[in-house]
């Protein structure tokens, strides 16, 4: 097999590289422990994944949410191993929203003694609830949802009411099949007064019987590009009537008599969960990068095509220079990544996000734009059999795709981030500390006006960490002043100023581009450089891929080194160069920087990239009629009903 | 409605842009009489395609030819009505390849006598034929390919095998379900010769039973991206054995005692037909790229978000420079693909192909790339809708995709225009015209010194159609002579010309990429031209789709043309200038110049596209029980199975 050759030449020790990106050896053994733990069970099966129905794929979910309950309880394990069990499934469960949405919410939102109602409940799967917010007609733009919630004094209720169809509920996850409550975000209006959106407990669906209760209207939104395990769902409102207890009562009031007290913090509470999800978005492209890529690099390392000078031995596609530049570029990308991640988490749990929630928004937006792009680039560079949804890619693509939207759409949320370094340009911080990431900003006239051929006199030059991360700051700073200059000038020319922004939106998001780029190769650098003492082996061989993330980047973005004046052609020439080094450097460890990331075959469930390389193997077994339901009969009944029914006699005139 | 007030103030004849876009007035009546006759019969209804199995689209695709069949015969439909009729159903057939490949095959490779034995049975639909050539382990390197076809003299046979698992032919259309012959691509063997490879009709399946033959193992592949209604398929050959005159006769023959010859122009037969192919894929793009911008221009225009200056009144999303952005230029590249595909047919017909095939390889590639980035920005720029199915954009996206592997994966194809460019720019050409096309490439050297300062000195300078064709020439003709200098420096640092290559593929790559963008410019803008004496109101409308599409481009890669030496920072930033400015100028037409692609809602089968803007409702009917499967029962079976077991007692330890 030419991929046990591939592995039998690797130059940095594999399971170390794993220990480093699964969080540890411990982490690794759980991880393995659990993985072995849910392959051995059929109820975890994925064979018939891709052939399935949504109504199919919903029930398969469930019953492998029902498990992992049941084995949760039966080998009584702890939050760390819950964890690594969930994630052993590899597969997207409904219920996580439970979990990840609807158990913290009522913390966060609801009193103490509100939480004490619903929490047993909910931690039992007696209630399992829905995260409510988006509307049919409204997205993000929460101050124009249409939902209320009005005060009946005379009952001690609120009325819960949709007053259009564009008003209805359409997108939560577990909404549509599995939830029986909902925490629904209406307007509250109390004696005809609007007080904008709250939180709202309701209960949608009779715990016993699952029917749904009066006025309320609620199903599954339909099928999705990825994702099509969960039931997102729709839900609409005929004045629905709940206790005005149901309020979420920890930032707000409303007393029986109507009065209401919002605590001036109401709005605020949700920075830190807000970065620890980016952080989380962050994380899973360095993965999700690492998956596309395992499965394009294994295969392309097996796949033969065109011949060698002998003309009869085949090429590996690994081999081809173009190949290396399709597939190597992802790899680098799921290493940057996993370092940002890493990084940003890090800064979450030590609760001294800073300077770095500026930069969230943004970095959510460029590595999930860049994830999607690379995993549809891998998909592509396993040429026809990418086509299959057996290849893996489709699935994790599809399901990989909602990133692009989901907390914030990219091109929304990444405004805020160059609304607050702008911010933060003019007017200074208060209140956060002045890090790495964001100092160059005070000194962006200065650091605008540096060139590469300052520093750079040689290729070798473009491998320094120190010079990489310069250069990012660089053309960071250059896209900063420029924005603000155009924005400046459009305001002289008598624009206001939400309509100099709308004219400058694409130099907006260039910039927040600019800035997050940055941060994630200073990153990258900076893991490296605390890694060198604890494993230069390790260091060495994750430094080609910084080198390539940074130079594959600065020539993608050529045209703004250049618009900057950091670059000329005599250093483009050598950053090309310096790619097709780091090509050619990368390629005998390819394989084995992909096995580092420990994708089982289970989680890639991918008839390209298995560990063994057997590709035709596993193509031939996908297509058979026990998996392929197209091959069910050997004689397709559509062959009497149409394909005999259409011929007509010989002869006659078509 | 807003669309209405859209379209009141349309600054251009929209029906005549149709006209324009559809082949002229006869066309597009016809066009419009077939749609009407297939959207009233209820076999052709698509509403429940996003949530049907593989098994229920291949039925009703097979449903929908058998009534095609049935139509066109009792009408007695021309050549060009069945066309428009096959087009009206808006959906992929797969027996289209019987019309594509199988019956165009049998008359260009079969003798004339050989053709006469199938062509009756073809046309009738008795026999239904795949193109088999793809093996599972070998695609577009035909030299590869592992099936054998062995000359048996004593029985006057070929025996077709399949010798490994690899040799399984895998991927041709039709093959899995339907067909019951193959033109099976196979390697001749005649006494132990290897012969090379060779086409050869084999029956795969019993005319009366569609059982298959002895010796042939037949299935589909499995499910796909896209085009799913189609039985792409695997077969495997035991020892089957056709009559020796099953070999395709025209431009080799085999006699009975088996003397073997071959007429010198067997492998070069196909120029022409390979660039029609082409050249139906560049019209196709350009289509595509209108039916996924008609989808989201429409409901950008209705979708609100955000809040205008009052404080009140949401704005529609269409008004942001940004989301212009990116719309826009999909909108611009329908319609340079669309002049770019019209030329090449327009060759094609006049038998004239000349230095446009030199193209065609690279044009399919960059315009097939494009189009799927652009859907794809197209559907994202929906939104969180856009991730649903009944938004239309996924299957068309899914199924627009294969148009990057099929006739030549993207990578592989676009290296044939680079290398006949060299070649020609080496050597001269023979046999050819130097056409405008490639007239350039003798005069390298000096068209790579031109800048746009020696004639642009302001933003409307870039407006001029020859300015901007000379600054996309300016960019092939220095592409071109960088990449040449980088293959001479390589080889004469010792390497080997196949190897110089490998080394530089990305830059071979860059090359054809600039001279198919010249390409496309250049026609756009003669098309435009030559439309001004006819009608001056389109081709002012069209101007500025050119203005769009050629400066964007510039914009999106502008390194190469800073890298060339043609632009600087003074005229890149009238680049971007001149983009706002189109943008806004497009903004007020750019619905009607959507409408005018004259796509039905029935073609579209969008929940977000509909001509009437009404999308609140079109959602809400696609998630009824009545489409959406998963809300078939109101109770979900999985709740008793799943939701309602795996609750455990309360206060009992999870």
Redesign the interface.
Known sequence: MNLHHERSHATFPVRELTYFLRGGKENTMLKEKMEALIESDPIFDKTLH??S???VK??RA??K??KI??L??DM?LNNKEQRALRAAVHDNLGTDLQTLMYLPNIKSTFSDEQAKQWL??A????Y?GAYAQ?E??????V??LETTATFDPKTDELIIHSPT??A?K??PGAL???ANHAIVYARLIVFGKDLGVHNIMVQLRDID????LDGVLV???????GYNNQ?NG?CNFTNVRVPRTNLAMKHAQLTATGEYISAPNRKKASYSSMTAVRAAIVSSAGLSNSMACTIAIRYSAV?????K?DGKT?NYVLD???QQ??LFPVLAASFAFHATGTYMSKMVRSGNIGSLHVASSGLKALCSKIT?DNI?SCR?AC??H?????SGI?DLLGTY??N???EG???MIAQQTTRQLLKMMNAGIENVEVTKDIEYIFQCEEIAKRKASMVVNSVEDFFNPTIQTEAYKQRAAYTLLYLQKKLNDAEKNGL?K?DAW??????V?RASEAHCFFIVVQNFALTIKELETQNSSLANVLSEQRDLFALWWM?E???????S?YLG?KQ?EMI?EGI?IRLHSIRPNAVALCDAWSHSDFSLNSTLGRYDGKY??A??E????N??????D??????L??????????????
């Open positions: 891709y052939n129905s949504r109504p919903y029930r469930m019953q949410q029902r309950v049941e949760t309880r009584q047993p409940h931690l039992n799967w007696e399992i988006t049919m007609g409204h997205g993000s733009n101050r124009a169809k564009s209805t359409w997108w549509g099949r599995s019987t699952h029917a749904p199903g599954d939104i339909g099928s999705k590009i039931d729709f796949r033969k095509q065109g011949y000078k085949e081809y220079t173009m530049a399709r999607c549809e592509k040429g026809g990418g086509y299959l949804l057996s489709p795709k909602q692009a939207t989901v759409e990219n091109f206001q939400d709308n004219l400058n939106c694409p130099d998001i020539k973005k050529m045209g703004e080194f250049y618009e004046g052609n483009s090309r097709r035709i193997d193509l031939w996908s297509a058979q009629g998996v392929n339901p197209m091959n069910t050997v004689v397709d009944p559509v062959f009903e149409s394909l005999k029914a259409m011929r007509i006699k010989r002869g006659a005139k078509l």
